[in-house]
Structure formats: structure tokens, C-alpha cells
Nanobody, 123 residues
């Protein structure tokens, strides 16, 4: 049984930083690409970032490119999302997910999801 548990969310002022973590258990973490998505109230879930199983290739939504960095530590079964220069529009629940195959930018390409962690950016 694969489980993904996010942590690191919270309340931060605009311009601040947060680092989200997603700890995986069950399955073979190092064999799968991973992704981060977010969902704001009243909006659809949207892609944020993804990373290959080896960590050598990363993908970002245009809205976070240059501000967010996705990384992973396969020895710790953990994927991270470093978020810098946060903006109020980054406020959302952030989810990590395991990809069915290669990194994808749509939620349909992921099979396991965490419960989410709230990120709130105040202006």
C-alpha cells in the first residue's frame, strides 16, 4: 500500500519561502516520477512541478518557474518543493502524487496522492 504524506505548509508573508516535503512509504519510490499539484478554493487542481525518477529532469508550470524548485532524495523516499518569492496567488492546498510513468502535467497521469498541505500567503 503506497502512502504519501505531505508536510511543511503554513502561513507566510508575500515574498517569503516555504519548503514542502512528501514522504513516501510502500512501493518502490525510486522507480517513479513524482509531481506536485495545488488546488485553490473554487478552482481546479493544477500542475505545479514534476521530477523524473532519477531527479535529472524537472518540469514546472509557467506560474512558478524561477521561484519553485522540485527535488528528491531517493534514499529518504522523499520529494521536496522549495517555494521562494511566494505570492498571495500561490495560496492553495498542495498535493504530491506518484506518476504512472513519465512526469506528466495533468492529474490523470498520477495514481497515488497525498492528503495535501495548506499553504497560505498573506499580502
Amino acid at each position: 500500500q503506497v502512502q504519501l504524506v505531505e508536510s511543511g505548509g503554513g502561513l507566510v508573508q508575500a515574498g517569503g519561502s516555504l519548503r514542502l516535503s512528501c514522504a513516501a512509504s510502500g512501493g518502490t519510490f525510486s522507480s517513479y516520477a513524482m509531481g506536485w499539484f495545488r488546488q485553490a478554493p473554487g478552482k481546479e487542481r493544477e500542475f505545479v512541478a514534476a521530477i523524473t525518477w532519477s531527479g535529472d529532469i524537472t518540469y514546472y508550470a509557467d506560474s512558478v518557474k524561477g521561484r519553485f524548485t522540485i527535488s528528491r532524495d531517493n534514499a529518504k523516499n522523499t520529494v521536496y518543493l522549495q517555494m521562494n518569492s511566494l505570492k498571495p496567488e500561490d495560496t492553495a492546498v498542495y498535493y504530491c502524487a506518484r506518476s504512472l510513468s513519465r512526469p506528466r502535467t495533468t492529474a490523470v497521469g498520477y495514481d497515488y496522492w497525498g492528503q495535501g498541505t495548506q499553504v497560505t500567503v498573506s499580502s
